[in-house]
């Protein structure tokens, strides 16, 4: 059974990187020709798509974010990872990593448990 | 982008009722419609795909329908587990786009 595990910092200073990453367990990021992916939760945006990665198709970002953002497959490790620059409060979230599945229709499965990041002084 | 929205945003209810949540897309998104249920701390779980296959191990009091901008999703008779925010997504754009959610309360 794939599981997904997100790790990484949880506070993080105003204009500073935001950098997680998540820990694919149970099946290896380099078969099916899946996309993985991030997505955050905020109270005020509710679920905001950040972007995918696949081996099959660079990566591709949420157009609101995308001059900050950056994500990146690690093989060796069977780990994917998120950076995102110059944060601010409002980058303040949830965030998780999740499968995006399929190949002609697509869905989020399954999902880490999230990892809440604070952007403060 | 694709904006989807869902009504209502909150609705209380009963168990034992029958509960239908709407969810319409901006633009035509043929099937490409997932719901989701969130309950409080945890990541959403996977409902229904491509608007009316049921994931499995979802039980079968939960159905979707629709296609095109305007879908539904119904819980045919509300148990206590239930209770929680629902969520429908789109995967016709590569830019992957959420609804604000419908949270279930217990009337």
């Known amino acids: 059974q794939l599981q997904l595990q997100e790790s990484g910092s949880g506070l993080v200073r105003p204009s500073q990187t935001l950098s997680l990453t998540c820990t694919v367990s149970?099946?290896?990021?380099?078969?099916?020709?899946?996309?993985w992916t991030w997505i955050r939760q905020t109270p005020g945006k509710g679920l905001e798509w950040i972007g995918y990665i696949s081996l099959s198709v660079g990566p591709q970002y949420n157009p609101s974010l995308h001059s900050r953002v950056t994500i990146s497959l690690d093989r060796s490790k069977n780990q994917f990872s998120l950076k995102v620059t110059s944060v601010t409060a409002a980058d303040t979230a949830i965030y998780y990593c999740a499968r995006d599945y399929g190949d002609y229709y697509n869905w989020f499965d399954p999902w880490g448990q999230g990892a809440l990041v604070t952007v403060s002084s | 982008d694709i904006q989807m929205t869902q009504s209502p945003s909150s609705v209380s209810a009963s168990v034992g009722d029958r509960v239908t949540i709407t969810c319409r897309a901006t633009?035509?998104?043929?099937?490409?419609l997932n719901w989701y249920q969130q309950k409080p701390g945890k990541a959403p779980q996977l409902l229904i795909y491509a608007a009316s296959s049921l994931q499995s191990g979802v039980p079968s009091r939960f159905s979707g329908s629709g296609s095109g901008t305007d879908f539904t999703l119904t819980i045919s008779s509300l148990q206590p587990e239930d209770f929680a925010t629902y969520y429908c997504q789109q995967s016709y754009s590569t830019f992957r786009t959420f609804g604000q959610g419908t949270k279930l309360e217990i009337k």
């Open positions: 633009q035509n998104i043929l099937s490409y």
């Open positions: 149970g099946g290896s990021i380099s078969s099916g020709g899946y996309s």
